[in-house]
């Protein structure tokens, strides 16, 4: 059985449990789920971009249990604070363990997570599972070149980047650095180990995008190293700042449902439940 909490989003094959879900005029989520076999496990599936998106996820898993289901699984594949996963500067809060405390004070059978930015995520969840960017790269991958470069945009990127190359036999690795002030997030400058890129194409692979700030700077930079086409794939498009400057640079944009829809023509946008078939 499967509780799907947000409707535009149903990632796992499986029976849906029907529910209903509302505010409070103070603010607070509610909750009410149809009778079902009970004995069955549940798997909740939620995209969470906000206190109140967790909020419903906590109530959900509270009414299933208190519906005797015996087994719990979630499936939320952009953990929230994620990005902030080590205190940088005096005064600042370890954001994904807060998240992850309250995931854990629900006593769930699993937590299941899709390219978490890093290992500390997985690390502070009880019972976690973790799935690869493969199955999305690989969706990518059928329809480029193969001269293509894999571009890693940072160090906290590149980890990944050579396990994905190694699993798909991809040679052309190209490890590429930035410099960031703490204090402040401003980017100051980009590395390309390269002196020319012979015009080949290519992908920039990365687990997050925001404001998109790195890959326009890193893009530049390609550009000026004699890149071919260049590609952007990130695993968890929030695209805060839009799209107009991406595309601009960038031939393809790729990412998943994780975060949001997109309707968009210069992003593809390859949904989840296409490419992991989770059940």
Known sequence: MVLNLDSHFKPIHGEEINFDSFLF?????????????TSEEVIVTHRINSFN????????????????VEKIHLFIPYFPGARQDRV?????SLSVKVYADIINGLNIASVTIFDPHSDVT?????NCTTIQNH???????SDLSDELILVTPDAGASKKVFKLA?????????????KRNVLT???SGFTVPTDDLENKPCLVVDDICDGGGTFIGLAEELKKKNAGDLYLAVSHGIFSKGFDQLSKIYTQIFTTDSIKEIDNASIKQIRLNQILKLK
């Open 166 to 178: 190694s699993q798909f036999g991809i040679t052309n690795i190209l490890e590429c650095g930035k």
């Open 135 to 141: 199955p999305f790269i690989g969706e990518i991958l």
């Open 53 to 68: 998106d967790l909020g419903l996820l906590c109530i959900a898993v509270d009414a299933l249990q208190r519906m005797k």
């Open 185 to 187: 997030g401003e980017l």
């Open 88 to 92: 940088m500067v005096k005064g600042e």
């Open 122 to 126: 997985p690390a502070l969840l009880n």
């Open 25 to 37: 005029n103070g603010g607070e989520p509610h909750i009410r789920i149809a009778e079902f076999n």
